[in-house]
């Protein structure tokens, strides 16, 4: 079993033990095998000519300096994609889980999906993106002659915020579509709707969770290789799946994906910005091939800043209808998301939408979801895409009622959570919800943070000085995959393990029978 430490000789040795692991000695001494670290005979390296603007239009590149300094093999541009025929990056933002709850739009008018070229050749959308490539012999030389290139720009209005992009006069990203691009609704809004006007408390929140950016410790860095006898490419990069990687850039270079080979060795960080692919992985290869040597290209942290793909960005309008003993009789909101100038992926408010009301029993639920392009790097799913923003939002929400209202946090929560018996249960947004007793977690949470003590506790602060505050906010993960093997371990008191296997169904979650 593999949480087992192989220094155990059996699973009763095991089960339960720290696992130790192996991988320390060699990463801490310098061992480890990271993207940068690979080297090809004759490898050329690349530099990028990006975007100062948000919004522009490319009036001309003018390479005429750079192509003359000190070993510069190329200078490619967005005709020069268009020439070769590459495609834009194979992005698939829409959810296709059926079990979860899906984006629908309101109007019944397809969703706009902007397109990402891997460079732009007429118009350039956020600060950063990528407009030349630049290939010498060494990185200095490449980088060196990417500021050489000369490009004239003719700025256009830009937007960068969500509420402000989906204003009806706001500069559009895109001449083919608003910049709401998507606007789906779920749940019933009539009976959320009579639940809030007979309603005797109701709060409000609007917020903001900031847009953020993962700071790995390894940079981006591509190594690719043509082998022009067979005609298959060896791209050497981190990632978070070299299958989906492989695919993505066989569609961009219109090749099969059997003639791409990738490979991710040591990964020096990741939490979503490694899961996607991005327009240099495509570039490096469709260069190597078209000098026919290796090109490398090492990401700074300058351009990592501006193009490693961002997340959350959510502005939450919301509310809950309380009755006079506290319990949530409904909730309602629009959340609203930015991602960026182009559609790499919308899971982030569709998985949000769907567990919004969290663990707790609200009868009548409503949510709009929008997704606004803006002139910034596109948005994609970090680690639990789109759940905490929605959690912290409920939780603040019910901070909000005890507060104005007179409840306690804790009963006010614990009044209104899913009881362990109603399991399985259905959210009134269509989620299921295969177990759990949400209640038993929380009172273990309050007798393990000696809640009743804080009190206590903070009257002792405040005799040195120092000011005391304890929060509490319950949270959900929900699953929702393809079936999957489950499996039931029980440690007898005579020591003998009895495991039973069986198969945990997708997003119904529900056991089927031994």
Known sequence: MSFLSSRTSSARDGVGKPVLRREDRRLVTGLGCYTDDVNLPGQAYAAFVRSPHAHARVARIDVAAARAMRGVLAILTGADVAADGLTRLPHRPVPTNPHEVPLKSRDG??????????????????????????????????????????????????????????ATNAPRVWDESPNVCVNSHAGDAAATD????????????????????????????????????????????????????????????GCAETAVRVVARDVGGNYGTRNNVYPEFSLAAWAAKRLGRPVKWTCDRREAFLTDYHARDLVSHAELALDADGAFLAFRATNTSNVGAFTVSFVPLAKGIGVSPSVYRIPAVSVDGRAVLTNTMPTTPYRSAGRPEVMFVIERLIDLAARRHGFDRIALRRRNLIPAAAMPHTNPLGLVYDSGDYAAALDRVVVLADWAGFEARRTEARTRGRLRGIGVANYVELNTGAPRERAEITIRPDGHIDVVLGTLSAGQGHETSF
């Open 194 to 253: 009579a639940a809030f006007a007979s309603a005797a408390h109701v709060v409000r929140l609007e917020t903001a969770v900031n847009r953020v950016t993962g700071v790995p410790m390894e940079p981006r860095a591509i190594v690719a290789d043509y082998d022009a006898s067979s005609g298959r490419y060896t791209v050497y990069a981190g990632s978070g799946g070299v299958q989906r990687i492989r695919g993505d850039i066989a569609a961009t270079l």
């Open 109 to 166: 008018v397809a969703f706009f999906l902007a397109p990402q070229m891997p460079l732009a050749a007429e118009r350039v959308r956020f600060v950063g993106e990528a407009v030349a490539m630049v290939v010498a012999g060494t990185a200095a030389e490449a980088v060196d002659a990417a500021e050489r290139v000369t490009v004239d720009w003719a700025p256009l209005p830009s937007v960068t915020t969500s509420i402000a992009a989906a």
